[in-house]
């Protein structure tokens, strides 16, 4: 409270607290680069190289490097819950954001699934389904964004974390029936990941149909707006026409000229003069 009245501050009390709620709003819409959703988009892009460090350690079978090779998947994971969330609650998305986060997405797993698979640990068909499905979909979202946007579904967020806790179990260095659970959890992350990647190409082909038929929609009406436009000027222009020759018309004298009618009125002598 600095004491100082509304007007001496520069008019009424309501413009100040309005010009600052716009200024605030605008503030807010315009997030800049650096806030904390990008940079944990950020973090997880730099714990890739580390993480494959990490795994790679040794030759990639040391439980202890592994150990720490999960830590850095399993921060990687845990923030990019964080950062969509923090981004869609505080309006932080940005034009950064909305390109950097899924490539941090796939960018981790996709190489937890290569080193996995190049150490001899997973099946190479396992990383090929996953890699395939999450190329293609985001492949697929690009083919559909003129008509629409697929949400994310209930199925995609649980398939994300099968295949985060699938990977991450096969990250540690188990043995006995924990390998062996690992096993059928990746199995069921897989049925997830075919299940939904269906989904979503349903959700595509219809979406897309439902575009291309808006769109032929409002061609045809553009047509017919274009066609009553040119049958209407056609018919103003008719009836200007038509207007236009009864005045014509009307503006004419009847019968013999004016003149020879005042002359056929006089005498022989005053025609003739």
Known sequence: MTGVPASAAGGSGSTPAHRGGKLGAAAVNQAGLWNIANILTMVRLLLVPGFVMLLLHDGGYD?????????????????????????????????????????????????????????GDLPWWITGVILFRELGITLMRFWVIRHSVIPASRGGKVKTLAQGIAVGMYVLALTGPLATLRFWVMMAAVVLTVVTGLDYVRQAVVLRRRGLAAERAAAAMEAVTAAADVDGAAGARTATDEAAGTAEGAAEPLGEPVGERVAGSRGPAEAER
Do not use: Q
């Open 63 to 119: 439980p202890v490097w592994r150990s720490f090779a999960w830590a850095a998947f399993a921060i990687a994971m845990i923030t990019d819950v964080f950062d969509g969330h923090l981004a869609r609650a505080y309006n932080l998305v940005t034009d950064f954001g909305k390109i950097a986060d899924p490539i941090a997405d796939k960018a981790i797993m996709g190489a937890a699934l290569i080193c996995l698979s190049w150490l």
